[in-house]
């Protein structure tokens, strides 16, 4: 809990400057620039910290000197620490694993990734360079500049870090992920074969005990397959593949390993042949497998026969007078009950995309291949299942309506919300996990329409505690008055509120505890 | 970072008289505010008129800044306003006046912080300032009307406008001018050695403001001596003044004892401690400045010692209504830490008083009683987290670290349950307290609610 008043780039050394504010000549002679900041968070998306990166000094026409300051959890800063690079070298990537923290750098004329390493005692550790090659390069400093590289440094607890991505072999561009060990234990690295007309990616799930698992998706168009590998952590090697099956498509989307050592994948199945990335789900599924790659359970909900029972389905998983449903998130607490976080969405018209295209071929122009569609995001879904994966309980959590136009017109209403969900334009933010106390936050922006009264932003969290969902929510004063609120990541069971005074040109910043009644 | 971004534009124009430090209903606005606000309009217009550097400009915008922070900071509740506290403070100045009839008192003004931080500023524009947490450290009158006698002296002395002065003078000097506008025209290092000359120029300033602190000792110590109070009391005030340089915050509370209940009983992860990014005891920071050489004031030791050389008599301290004074402080001082929902603070210094005796006032019940209700009512809001400081892991003061710790560890249901089995359990001993019964009133709705 804490409260910070402070103008926006000056959390660094720079207090210095305000007090030479008198003379302008005086505070001129330093020239250090903000390149950007953001949280370090864990594996429970639990907010670690927060980073602020700056270019500090020209050393020469090559270096620069830079420095990173690190904040804690409360916003205390807790450490500056400076290393020169080459011109031009930006941060990509930031990660803690109770051992160490590591963040991951671009060079962008060596074009190389550069690992940098501070222990607990914020000690800079030898660096790690990784010569990319230029098609590499090209696409992760594009994705970068555009603010749309996903992250590739995943902690692993009291281990290492996983860093994951593309390399060049036999002049094929292929995914690797390489483990950089913080405990001393050995360097791994694995590299996944180039598979000809279709795009490869690796997306990790999670890091748990001993094992890494992660999925690949192989994508052509709509057409998607699925294989999951779970790996050991400690070694590198695989400890066993599912590969995708098409008589019994799944869109995986979460793991974990269970209290008795087992790993459990969760996510949606499809019908036989269907394309995952265009047709309706069937239902959702949760497969347990033993250490040894042996599938010991298969429970399976289905929209038609287990939620129909608790709300009325109209096809597959179109339900009456709901539309469909998008799963975020699925999590299992301590007593195994499954929690899957969803929004509600249902595909309809336009009506200012439909103007517009009318407005547009009226003048004559061009046809209007967007916008006559858009994705209407309604309330939050909470689906409870037992340790059996039998649909128990269904809860309803009223949020505003929210419209996003569709990117295209074309497709499925499950192939839009896939392109929405790309671009964070559903209102679920992120869920955080508190093992220790066997919660979860589910965390979403609402824009509540009043009666009576001025509509209003939210920030809403659904929680589970002792076996409940309760619901806490913070409103955020008016976008269009002089103080512009956005609500940040926080530690776990917070969330960090951004106060912005445009006239004033300062920034507060407060940790707010979500509520429990 | 509060601390560097408020506390260096200060040294500007502010002699913090001994180091650093932060309120029954407490009135934050004079009754009289308009007329007090143009006094100081007219003492801020006269000093205008005096400033004879030849960059008179520069100077004169620091006297507005100056001037304009005071008028915030009067409108801003900074300050209380209290007639018993106001009435003892000038019987006391009026004595030191009376002793010393050179001291050019006309148009002083001297004002009470709500802070609980022990601490006294002369800001130069015959404005003064005492933090109430300087009443409640010092031991009786004599150590007070010394430190009264330190601030005047800086005034005397002028020591805050000279300050400004000889500042704006070297700022503007040839030579430093010279030098800033050679590092600016440098393509490379350019911050590396303007960050190296401005800590220069920084711990040139600070050394003088060391030496101003001991003139302002022996001046004041001249003051003090003509009147009839304890010489030796100079120094044990600068004694207590240094003791709390490490640590402000002394009394280590006994939460798991003071708010366990039958009917609540307390639980150990209520104080669970957070872990951080680094396990360290300081910030390591590649950039830090000599310490030493940051310090505002000189070293305890060596004040006392330069005291000494004046040969302080040793006499005994009458008994006055110094202790009586204190309390009613600790009262005023609880009350404007609730109402500025500093929670933090008014829980520690009231349980600090309950577990210190048993058979305390009422009041301090009361306020516990308050403190929860306030609490959980702020919680509810989302607004808890803007009034109470961020809980650090690199902070010496780990008495009020852990009262911070022990907040954010509540939920709101802990925070409802507390401060009602707290009530029920002091029931019999703050009944009359109005302030008791509304918060338990409060406290026993939210409960049967639930």
Not at chain 2, 150 to 170: F, G, P
Not at chain 2, 235 to 258: A, C
């Amino acid at each position: 809990m804490m409260n910070k008043k402070t103008l926006i780039t000056i959390m660094f050394v720079f207090a210095i400057t305000i007090s030479w504010s008198q003379s302008k000549t005086i505070t001129n002679i330093l020239n250090f620039k903000m390149q950007n900041s953001g949280a370090i968070m864990d594996n429970n998306n639990d907010v670690d910290g927060y980073y602020m990166f700056y270019q500090v000094d020209k050393v020469n026409r090559k270096e620069r000197e830079y420095a990173i300051n690190f904040l804690d959890q409360n916003l205390n800063d807790v450490a500056t620490k400076k290393f020169i690079e080459r011109k031009g070298t930006r941060l990509l990537s930031t990660s803690f694993n109770n051992q160490a923290t590591m963040l991951a750098f671009l060079n962008v004329k060596e074009k190389q990734l550069v690992l940098k390493t501070f222990d607990k005692q914020a000690n800079e550790k030898d660096d790690v360079v990784i010569q990319l090659d230029k098609k590499v390069y090209r696409t992760i400093n594009i994705l970068s500049l555009q603010g749309m590289l996903p992250n590739i440094l995943f902690p692993v607890d009291n281990k290492g870090f996983i860093l994951n991505y593309k390399t060049i072999k036999d002049k094929k561009v292929i995914n690797k992920v390489a483990f950089y060990p913080t405990n001393g234990g050995d360097y791994w690295e694995k590299e996944f074969d180039f598979v000809k007309g279709k795009i490869q990616t690796i997306i990790p799930l999670t890091t748990k005990d001993d094992y890494f698992i992660l999925v690949e998706s192989l994508a052509r168009g709509t057409k998607v397959n699925i294989n999951t590998n779970v790996i050991n952590v400690n070694t590198g090697k695989e400890i066993f593949v599912s590969l995708y099956d098409v008589n019994e498509p799944k869109l995986i989307s979460n793991s974990f390993i269970t209290p008795e050592g087992n790993i459990a994948i969760l996510g949606q199945y499809y019908e036989a042949n269907a394309k995952i990335a265009k047709h309706e789900s069937l239902g959702l599924f949760v497969t347990t497998y033993s250490p040894d790659g042996k599938v010991i359970s298969e429970s399976k909900m289905s929209w038609a026969v287990d939620v129909n029972a608790k709300l009325k389905i109209r096809r597959n998983s179109k339900m009456e007078d709901v539309g469909y449903i998008f799963f975020h998130d699925i999590i299992r607490t301590r007593a195994g009950d499954y929690y899957a976080i969803g929004e509600q969405y249902k595909k309809t018209a336009n009506a200012g995309g439909i103007a517009l295209g009318v407005l547009s071929a009226a003048l004559g122009g061009g046809v209007q291949t967007t916008g006559y569609t858009q994705l209407t995001i309604k309330d939050a879904y909470v689906f409870k299942f037992n340790k059996d994966f039998q649909l128990k309980d269904i809860e309803v959590f009223e949020k505003g309506k929210s419209r996003v136009p569709n990117l295209y017109d074309f497709g499925s209403p499950q192939l839009n919300a896939f392109q929405i969900k790309a671009v964070g334009g559903f209102d679920y933010v992120f869920s955080q996990i508190d093992e220790e106390k066997d919660r979860f936050y589910a965390n979403f922006v609402d824009y509540e329409r009043l009666k009576d009264e001025n509509n209003k932003f939210a920030f809403k969290t659904i929680i589970h505690d002792e076996g409940e969902l309760s619901e806490d929510k913070i409103y955020l004063p008016n976008r269009r008055r002089k103080v512009i609120t956005r609500p940040l990541p926080g530690k776990l069971g917070h969330v960090l509120i951004f106060e912005y005074n445009r006239k004033e040109k300062s920034a507060y910043l407060h940790l707010e505890k979500l509520n429990i009644e | 970072m509060i601390k560097k971004i408020v506390v260096i534009p200060i040294l500007f124009f502010c002699f913090f008289g001994y180091s650093q430090k932060d309120s029954l209903s407490v009135a934050f606005e004079p009754k009289n505010l308009d007329s007090l606000v143009k006094v100081l309009d007219l003492v801020y217009e006269g000093q205008l008129a005096s400033i004879e550097n030849k960059n008179r400009k520069q100077v004169k915008r620091i006297y507005k800044q100056r001037h304009e922070d005071l008028v915030e900071m009067l409108n801003d509740s900074i300050f209380i306003f209290d007639h018993k506290l106001e009435s003892y403070q000038n019987s006391i100045l009026q004595k030191i006046y009376d002793a010393n009839p050179e001291i050019d008192k006309e148009d002083f003004k001297f004002l009470f912080n709500r802070s609980v931080i022990p601490n006294a500023a002369c800001f130069g524009d015959k404005t003064f300032m005492v933090n109430l947490g300087l009443i409640s450290l010092l031991e009786n009158e004599d150590q007070y009307a010394f430190i009264l006698c330190h601030e005047i002296a800086h005034y005397q002395l002028n020591h805050v406008n000279q300050s400004i002065d000889d500042r704006i003078t070297k700022l503007n000097s040839k030579q430093v001018l010279s030098e800033a506008r050679e590092i600016k025209r440098k393509k490379y290092g350019r911050t590396t050695e303007g960050m190296s000359f401005l800590k220069d120029l920084t711990f040139d300033f600070l050394k003088h403001n060391r030496e101003v602190e001991i003139q302002a000792d022996s001046l004041g110590f001249q003051y003090f001596r003509k009147t009839k109070y304890s010489e030796i009391e100079s120094q044990r005030s600068l004694k207590l003044l240094g003791e709390i340089e490490e640590v402000i915050f002394k009394d280590s509370i006994r939460l798991s004892e003071v708010l366990n209940f039958e009917t609540y009983p307390f639980k150990k992860y209520w104080l669970n401690k957070e872990k951080s990014l680094f396990d360290i005891k300081e910030k390591v920071d590649d950039y830090e400045w000599d310490k030493d050489s940051l310090k505002t004031h000189p070293d305890t030791d060596l004040r006392i010692l330069s005291l000494n050389k004046l040969k302080p008599q040793e006499s005994n301290v009458k008994k006055g209504v110094f202790s009586e004074i204190q309390k009613y402080t600790n009262y005023k001082t609880i009350n404007a830490l609730i109402d500025m929902n500093q929670l933090d603070f008014a829980l520690y210094y009231s349980l600090s008083k309950i577990q210190e005796n048993n058979k305390v006032t009422p009041f301090y019940y009361s306020k516990v009683a308050q403190i929860f209700a306030k609490m959980y009512d702020l919680r509810k809001n989302h607004k808890l987290g803007k009034s109470i400081p961020a809980i650090s892991t690199l902070t010496k003061e780990k008495n009020i670290n852990e009262i911070r710790q022990f907040i954010n560890n509540l939920e709101l249901k802990n925070i409802r349950k507390i401060g009602y089995a707290f009530c029920l359990k002091h029931e019999e001993i703050a009944k009359e307290e109005t302030d008791f019964q509304n918060a338990f009133e409060e406290l026993k709705q939210l409960n049967n609610k639930q």
